[in-house]
């Protein structure tokens, strides 16, 4: 590697809650939420999509009225169907 080359800095990637490559900058949040959570609460040792799946089904998410905070929902009553089902 030469030191002397600029530094590029790493691309933007964001990751959605199961994993996949969220490809819309909408999708980050619209300011007064994260990825769609209003002051998303801890996650804890769980994984990520574990813990906020719980944390939703508890009641403990403040989803955004935004377009990310209804994305967010969906996905997340979609992994409290498939966990229901197991
Ligand atoms: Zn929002």
Redesign the pocket.
């Known amino acids: 590697m030469n030191p002397r080359a600029t530094p590029q800095p790493p691309p933007i990637r964001l990751v959605g809650i199961d994993g996949t490559v969220v490809p819309d900058r909408w999708a980050q ?5 994260t990825f ?1 959570l209003v002051h998303p609460p801890d996650i804890g040792h769980r994984p990520l999509y574990s813990a906020r799946r719980i944390q939703f089904e508890r009641g403990e998410l403040q989803l ?3 377009r ?2 209804a994305a967010y929902a969906i996905l997340l009553l979609k992994y409290s169907e498939q966990e229901a089902q197991r």
């Not at 949040?29 to 939420?33: D, F, K, N």
Request: net charge neutral; aromatic share 0%.
């Open positions: 949040g619209c300011g007064r939420c769609g955004c009225e935004c990310a905070g």
